[in-house]
């Protein structure tokens, strides 16, 4: 499973390439205002965290309908070449993904939250498809669940063209953990949660115990 970092803030983005770990960026308006960005550095920041990830870029659209859509999604692709753009599943979203699939222009649908979905997704010629984790827990309901059958929806077909499925909204290393034992493609995660999937309290305790015995060797 692959690694994307979902943030647009730069420094947590040069971190992670630094790691070695992740293979892409997502970033969507709200992670885009978080950093206190502005509309007219925002094309401008794209540009700068595609030089600093070579795989994929997600940018997403704030059209509403495909006409802007499609302008949308050209004006992005052309900031670099890596950028997807990011288009929520919707009537005029499957609609602009078509017209932009066709011109071979990756489009990431996001917003996914059922198999339906998932499938006009990739049907209307989606490169990535978004099934959202944590969003389910926030009504009391179990997206694993839901990322589980659409996984399963999609590899069972063959759409004409590679589809991946990206577990977001990720909240937690048990969803990484979960995302990947059920093969989903990529899962892409805030920092903070990067961050926890290293750490384990049996490796701090291991780390502190040779520490500990190697400073014995060196004042035997």
């Known amino acids: ?81 890596n950028v997807v753009v990011k288009v929520p599943v919707m009537p005029e979203g499957l609609a602009a993904t078509r017209q932009l699939a066709e011109e071979g222009i990756p489009v990431n649908m996001t917003l996914v939250f059922s198999v339906p979905q998932a499938i006009l997704a990739a049907r209307a010629g989606a490169r990535y498809v978004s099934p959202f984790i944590g969003r389910f827990d926030d009504i009391s309901e179990d997206g694993l669940n839901q990322l589980s059958d659409i996984v399963d929806a999609v590899k069972g077909y063959d759409f ?18 979960q995302a990947a034992l059920m093969g989903a493609d990529i899962a892409t995660v805030p920092f903070g949660v990067l961050g926890k999937c290293v750490q384990h309290p049996l490796t701090d305790r291991g780390l502190e115990r040779f520490l500990a015995d190697w400073k014995k060797v060196e004042q035997a």
């Open 1 to 81: 499973m692959k690694f994307f970092l979902d943030t647009a803030d730069l420094d947590e983005i040069r971190e992670a390439a630094s790691w070695g770990v992740i293979a892409g960026v997502t970033t969507n308006p709200s992670l885009y205002a978080k950093i206190g960005g502005k509309l007219a550095d925002f094309e401008d920041h794209i540009k700068r965290i595609c030089a600093v990830v070579d795989g994929p870029v997600s940018a997403e659209t704030t059209a509403m309908t495909r006409d802007q859509i499609v302008a949308d999604g050209r004006r992005l692709h052309a900031l670099a070449p």
């Open 160 to 177: 004409g063209h590679e589809v991946e499925v990206i577990a977001a909204s990720v909240r937690s290393p048990h969803h990484v953990a």
